[in-house]
């Protein structure tokens, strides 16, 4: 028995269509279909405007640098955020300061936000793990910008909060393992004005360099036609997973209120036991899985109990098993017996 992926593309063979007619028409890259895209983007998360670029990390850069911060600015970020946060900010001379993760969210809790805010930072960049929003998180009373990295919580939603809603600059990644992917590339999303006019400034003469081709754009307008379809099967994954997971001592990560939507990015599970424990049971029935926060920045903290106890143990112990729209009947069925006997 061949081991289940961890990750396959929401991707059809009759989506390349749309792909295929960018070489026909000669046109593959910067152009209508970006403009395209990046409208279409912008209307489904409620943002005014953006640009659609070629990156992840770009965005990540360019959001920050909208901000004109002055080198050695301090940026107040979740110890659970992707180790590329570092990385970029270091490039562009700012100083990361970490705070611990709200116990139910699994995103940066208000109380730290508030405390990292008086330590002095100048803006907030907030990861949203593993399908989570910040729930009932009010970051924008804080006094600084707010950049809400979306790229895990697209279309995740409870009531009337979604992800998208609480920053001020959104950035969201479109590379092969996103809910929406473009094969690549990311788009950074204004809810003012302003903000869009320093991006204007910041990409001036730049753009036929720096923004996303044609090509992946109309992979990206496919993927968000299909979208409501895709997170349909995403959450009917994920309740199916989380009810197997009852049988267990383990916790799903993140909100666990019925009223909570998530966009089923993956499922992932703080194990009451050892993470290599549970992954080699799970290997042993061809079941691919991972650490969920091996690759962020609590991996030069993982003792520091005293600083981050919310956020140590999913770092710990944290797993993510396969969760993606294309998963096989049996493979399904697999999946939820192994959930359901995890050590």
Not at 18 to 39: H, S, Y
């Amino acid at each position: 028995m061949a081991l289940i992926p961890f990750y396959k593309p929401t991707l059809r063979r009759k989506d390349m269509d749309a792909v295929l007619q960018t070489m026909v028409d000669e046109r593959i890259g910067p152009g209508e279909r970006k403009n395209e895209f990046l409208k279409q983007f912008c209307t489904y998360i409620g943002a005014s405007s953006g640009i659609a670029l070629r990156s992840y990390p770009d965005a990540l850069r360019a959001s920050l640098l909208a901000l004109g911060l002055p080198p050695g600015a301090k940026i107040g970020v979740s110890v659970l955020s992707p180790s590329l946060y570092s990385s970029v900010a270091k490039d562009l001379q700012l100083e990361l300061l970490l705070g611990d993760i709200d116990a139910e969210s699994g995103c940066l809790s208000q109380g730290e936000a508030i405390r990292l805010v008086e330590a002095g930072v100048q803006a907030i960049l907030i990861h949203e793990p593993m399908c989570q929003i910040p729930l009932h998180s009010e970051y924008r009373q804080l006094g600084v910008p707010i950049i809400e990295d979306i790229s895990q919580s697209l279309g995740s939603c409870f009531d009337e909060e979604k992800a998208g809603g609480y920053g001020d600059l959104v950035v969201c990644a479109l590379e092969e393992d996103a809910v929406v992917s473009a094969a690549g590339g990311a788009v950074l999303a204004t809810m003012h004005g302003d903000y869009q006019k320093a991006l204007n400034s910041l990409f001036r003469g730049l753009r036929e360099y720096v923004e996303l081709p044609d090509m992946n754009a109309a992979l990206g307008m496919i993927q968000l036609s299909n979208l409501e379809e895709h997170l349909s099967k995403r959450r009917e994954f994920y309740t199916l997973f989380s009810n197997a997971l009852l049988k267990t001592e383990h916790k799903v990560y993140g909100i666990g209120n019925i009223d909570f939507k998530p966009n089923g990015y993956g499922f992932c599970v703080v194990l009451d036991s050892r993470a290599e424990d549970a992954i080699k049971f799970a290997n042993k029935y061809q079941v691919s899985v991972q650490k969920t926060f091996a690759s962020t920045l609590a991996r030069d903290f993982s003792d520091r109990f005293d600083l981050f106890p919310n956020a140590l143990p999913p770092h710990l112990r944290g797993i993510s098993l396969p969760l993606y729209p294309f998963l096989k009947q049996s493979d399904t069925e697999l999946l939820i017996k192994v959930i359901s006997h995890l050590p």
